[in-house]
Every structure is written in C-alpha cells, then in structure tokens.
C-alpha cells in the first residue's frame, strides 16, 4: 500500500499569512495526488488535482505543486474562510490513501 | 451539476444489519467509479472502496474487506454500502464519492451519512 504522510498535523496562522502543508508519499506515483478542504460537518471539497490544478471555482490563492513522492499545496494570503482541514490523497493505485489531515487554526 | 444524495442519518443497534445509500443524480452512474470513505468522529478520512456500476465490479481495502458490501443497481442511479452485523466501532459518517476512472480521479462528494450504533 502507498503510504502518504501529511505535515504538519496542525498549524496556527493569522489571516494574511502563507501557509505551506506538505504530503510526502512512500513510493513515487507521478502526480495522482489530489487536495481537499473540510469544515466541520462538511463533506470534503477538491481544492486541486492532478497536484498542480486548481478546481474550478476554487481561489486562486490556492496552489498545488510537486510530483514523485513530495508534493504541497499552498494559501498564498490565508483568509478567514480558509480555516479547516486539509487532506492530500493518492489515487495511483488500491487502496487508495488519504493523509492524516492538516488542521489551520486561527491564531 | 452532479448531486449525489445520501440516505438519512441512522441509529442501530450492535450485531443488527444496515444498508445505506448514495443515489446519483446524474446522467453518467455508469461512467464512474463510486467509492465510500468513513470519517470516524473527530478523524481523518478513509477510503473503504468502490464500485464500478457498469459491470459491478469492486475493489475494497483491506482493512475493510469482509465487513462491509458495496453494491450498486444500475437501473435507478444508486450505489449501496452494507453491513451484516454492526458493531460500535462502525460509528462514523460515511461519505459516497464520484470518481472518473482515468487520471488522478478527483472525488465529487456526497453530503454523508451518519451511522450510530449503540446498545
């Protein structure tokens, strides 16, 4: 199984700031590697896909990059409603994995 | 705009049966994959498996293989997840999601449905 580790588990940041969260995964698989936002009670939203693509509809703030076995997506000037969870997940092959999630706080 | 509508929330007992549902309501069920995840209370994300509604073939996780079904019936949109004997473990929401075969196959999600089981 593709293992995908997510850092860091939480983080703290004001609105404004950029913020960086990384998913490193245990074999290298291209770019099938998607990012996703939750909110509490929320069904996950795609953010990016493809590690670099950015979902119709979704802030330009937000950007996605890498490939191999690291990847991170990144908010460019963190916005109130960006507090949430973030998942990275792999799709190259089954069982597909999602990471541990990254939890932003408002500082 | 694809929509896909999970049945209601549930309340069981251990050792009791469940099925739930995800109805698409889209023109494609059989051009995509459909897969469950289950979010255990205040975790993470787990995919389950899936489903391929065109010709019902599944692919589950191992770490749940044996305990749960998927099935899918084609004639009326829906996919199913099952269980034949509850535990309190099972607990959680359970998300169905829409996946295109090919490339990263990014999930469309359900809006979820909450499982609790308790005696």
């Known amino acids: 199984d593709i293992q995908v580790t997510q850092s860091p588990t939480s983080l703290s940041a004001s609105v404004g700031d950029r913020v960086t969260i990384t998913c490193r995964a245990s074999l290298t698989f291209g770019s099938y590697l998607n990012w996703y936002q939750q909110k509490p009670g929320k069904a996950p939203k795609l953010l990016i896909h493809?590690?670099?693509t950015l979902q119709s509809g979704v802030p330009s703030r937000f950007s996605g990059s890498g490939s191999g076995t690291e990847f991170t997506l990144t908010i460019s000037s963190l916005q109130p409603e960006d507090f949430a969870t973030y998942y990275c997940q792999q799709t190259f092959n089954a069982p597909l994995t999602f990471g541990q999630g990254t939890r932003v706080e408002i500082k | 705009e694809v929509q896909l509508v999970q049945s209601g929330a549930e309340v069981k007992k251990p050792g009791e049966s469940l099925r739930i549902s995800c109805k698409d309501s889209g023109y494609n069920f059989t051009s995509y994959w459909i897969s469950w995840v289950r979010q255990m209370p205040g975790k993470g994300l787990e995919w389950m498996g899936r489903i391929d509604p065109s010709d019902s073939y599944t692919d589950y996780n191992p770490s749940f293989q044996g305990h749960v079904s998927i099935s899918a019936d084609e004639s009326i949109g829906t996919a199913y997840l099952q269980w034949g004997s509850l535990k309190a473990s099972d607990t959680a929401i359970y998300f169905c999601?829409?996946?295109?075969?090919?490339?990263?196959?990014?999930?469309?999600w359900g809006h979820g449905t909450l499982v609790i089981v308790s005696s």
């Open positions: 493809a590690a670099s």
């Open positions: 999601a829409r996946h295109p075969y090919y490339g990263s196959s990014p999930f469309t």
